[in-house]
């Protein structure tokens, strides 16, 4: 009983308990972690085929031909960098994690702009997403879908700086 008691917010500090804090630590560990598995997907098959994912980098045409295969590599290892760092951990993580889905957001909505009809390229060349749900709008709605647990470590990062566990976040 007294742990169930526990878990409601301290009205008076506006401060979550202990057990509230354990429950909003494991939720900020596993959105981190659903993050960097989604950013490992992703970027792994675009770096296994560079060639392939520097067409559709070139489909969208916003960057110039001599740019689009280093564009093509850089992006995945931006990726799977955020992906490392937000495994460990780390602030910087979020905010390059942020600033991709920043990037992918406002290409995408390019995109659906101009009326493309082409791969997006979140999961590589010729992912089986873009065959099953066709689409720009689609990949739009999950990228801002994933903003969600974005938000929320960013939220629980500078709400609660250290940690019980003795973790950074």
Avoid: N
């Amino acid at each position: 009983m007294q742990h169930i008691e526990r878990i409601a917010l301290d009205g008076i500090h506006g401060k979550c308990t202990v057990t509230c804090r354990r429950l909003g630590l494991w939720l900020y560990r596993i959105s981190r972690w659903l993050l960097a598995c989604i950013m490992v997907l992703a970027g792994v098959p675009k770096l296994l085929a560079p060639d392939d994912f520097a067409e559709v980098v070139g489909a969208y045409g916003l960057v110039p031909d001599m740019l689009v295969f280093p564009a093509a590599v850089v992006l995945p290892l931006a990726e799977l960098l955020a992906a490392f760092l937000l495994i460990r951990g780390k602030r910087s993580g979020l905010w390059l994690a942020a600033a991709l889905m920043l990037l992918f957001i406002t290409v995408l909505s390019y995109g659906i702009w101009l009326g493309l009809d082409i791969d997006c390229g979140c999961f590589g060349p010729e992912d089986i997403e873009h065959k099953a749900f066709s689409g720009l709008r689609t990949a739009l709605a999950r990228d801002m879908l994933l903003c969600l647990p974005l938000l929320y470590c960013f939220w629980y990062t500078y709400r609660f700086p250290y940690t019980q566990c003795g973790e950074y976040p």
